[in-house]
């Protein structure tokens, strides 16, 4: 027995999960765009929704992975000051949940990413050249492992940083940290991290299109390394230079590579314009004998075999008197 609404029999399909039929020549409507745009929000939703209840499952796990880096700076910091009262706590009613949720969707996010960034990259790729689709996928396959090592970073130098941030209570005084409020600091210091280390990949990015030379590089590479550990020191919560150095050098480093890309990547430029230079130099030429060669046979004969002139010696037959006689 089939179901029914008002008469009208219910149809389960899974077409909708195909995505919308791509046009032969690769043009598509406003309303095409829509719906595709819908499709790939659809897609990518559900696999955020799934992977957020899957990770429902695994929350206590997950939650012990979050904050195994606060226990680990409150064990450094009862080595120097043992008598230091710290513990995370939830403030109202409603933090266990929040937390529950937002530690979810986090590990949603991240587990679902291949899925999602994927729908993103299919919604764009229609619209882009054959070259613009090669550097995007670079950019995109090379963007995601170093932001994953910025987080990474954060991840191991934060201990540190909350030994330090911590080792400033006065004795006497209890420091009750608010589990929410420290994921949240946790997890804005991990994206800092992420971005930090795209930074190097964005002005390589830059580079390839023209915008930023490799002698404008190698001309401000002092100011640029001084503004990285600038940088560093200002992003970076805790004091000590540990922290600063987890995020300068390799932030130092990755615009050395930067730069010398660049200068491999300018000189190879350099020898394309020289050689289509060279290409255009030699087309103009045969142009030019072209020119000419047609410009001397414009009459149909050489110039400079063309007829003598008469000279004034010799006599011009008039064409009105009689020929004389025989």
């Not at 009262?85 to 969707?105: E, K």
């Given at each position: 027995?089939s179901?029914?609404?008002?008469?009208?029999?219910i149809?389960?399909?899974?077409?909708?999960?195909?995505?919308?039929?791509?046009?032969?020549?690769?043009?598509?409507?406003?309303?095409?765009?829509?719906?595709?745009?819908?499709?790939?929000?659809?897609?990518?939703?559900?696999?955020?929704?799934?992977?957020?209840?899957v990770?429902?499952?695994?929350?206590?796990?997950?939650?012990?992975?979050?904050?195994?880096?606060?226990?680990?700076?409150?064990?450094?910091?009862?080595?120097?000051?043992?008598?230091?009262?710290?513990?995370?706590?939830?403030?109202?009613?409603?933090?266990?949940?929040?937390?529950?949720?937002?530690?979810c969707l986090?590990?949603g996010?991240?587990?679902?990413?291949?899925?999602?960034?994927?729908?993103?990259?299919?919604?764009?790729?229609?619209g882009?050249?054959?070259?613009?689709?090669?550097?995007a996928?670079?950019?995109?396959?090379?963007?995601?492992?170093?932001?994953?090592?910025?987080?990474?970073t954060?991840y191991?130098?934060?201990?540190?940083?909350?030994s330090?941030?911590?080792?400033?209570?006065?004795d006497?005084?209890?420091?009750?940290?608010?589990?929410?409020?420290?994921?949240?600091?946790m997890?804005?210091?991990?994206?800092?991290?992420?971005?930090?280390?795209?930074i190097?990949?964005?002005?390589?990015?830059?580079?390839?299109?023209?915008?930023?030379?490799?002698?404008?590089?190698?001309?401000?590479?002092?100011?640029?390394?001084?503004g990285?550990f600038?940088?560093?020191?200002?992003?970076t919560?805790?004091t000590?230079?540990?922290?600063?150095?987890?995020?300068?050098?390799?932030m130092s480093?990755?615009f050395?590579?930067t730069?010398?890309?660049?200068?491999v990547?300018?000189?190879?430029?350099?020898?394309?314009?020289?050689?289509?230079?060279?290409?255009?130099?030699a087309?103009?030429?045969?142009?030019?004998?072209?020119?000419?060669?047609?410009?001397?046979?414009?009459?149909?004969?050489d110039?400079?075999?063309?007829?003598?002139?008469?000279?004034?010696?010799?006599?011009?037959?008039?064409?009105?008197e009689?020929?004389?006689?025989?």
């Amino acid at each position: 027995m089939s179901l029914t609404i008002k008469g009208r029999p219910i149809r389960f399909s899974l077409k909708w999960l195909k995505p919308p039929p791509m046009p032969p020549d690769g043009s598509m409507t406003l309303f095409e765009h829509l719906r595709e745009l819908r499709y790939r929000l659809v897609v990518a939703s559900l696999a955020i929704i799934v992977a957020t209840s899957v990770s429902a499952f695994f929350y206590k796990y997950l939650l012990k992975l979050l904050t195994r880096p606060y226990y680990a700076g409150i064990e450094a910091l009862k080595e120097s000051n043992p008598d230091s009262v710290t513990q995370l706590v939830n403030i109202d009613l409603t933090s266990p949940l929040r937390l529950a949720v937002q530690v979810c969707l986090v590990a949603g996010l991240v587990i679902s990413g291949p899925i999602w960034l994927y729908q993103l990259w299919a919604f764009v790729v229609p619209g882009l050249l054959v070259k613009e689709k090669k550097w995007a996928l670079i950019f995109i396959g090379t963007a995601s492992p170093l932001f994953a090592l910025g987080v990474l970073t954060a991840y191991v130098v934060l201990p540190k940083a909350i030994s330090v941030l911590l080792g400033f209570t006065v004795d006497g005084v209890s420091n009750l940290q608010d589990i929410n409020t420290f994921l949240s600091f946790m997890l804005r210091l991990m994206v800092v991290f992420g971005i930090a280390y795209l930074i190097p990949l964005l002005v390589l990015m830059l580079n390839i299109v023209g915008v930023v030379k490799a002698k404008h590089l190698a001309k401000y590479r002092s100011l640029v390394i001084f503004g990285t550990f600038v940088f560093g020191a200002v992003a970076t919560p805790s004091t000590d230079p540990f922290s600063m150095l987890a995020l300068a050098l390799p932030m130092s480093v990755l615009f050395i590579a930067t730069e010398a890309i660049a200068h491999v990547l300018d000189r190879r430029k350099a020898k394309q314009l020289a050689a289509s230079g060279d290409e255009l130099l030699a087309t103009d030429k045969a142009l030019r004998e072209l020119s000419d060669d047609s410009s001397a046979s414009s009459n149909g004969h050489d110039p400079n075999r063309s007829r003598p002139m008469i000279s004034s010696e010799e006599k011009i037959p008039d064409t009105d008197e009689p020929p004389p006689p025989a």
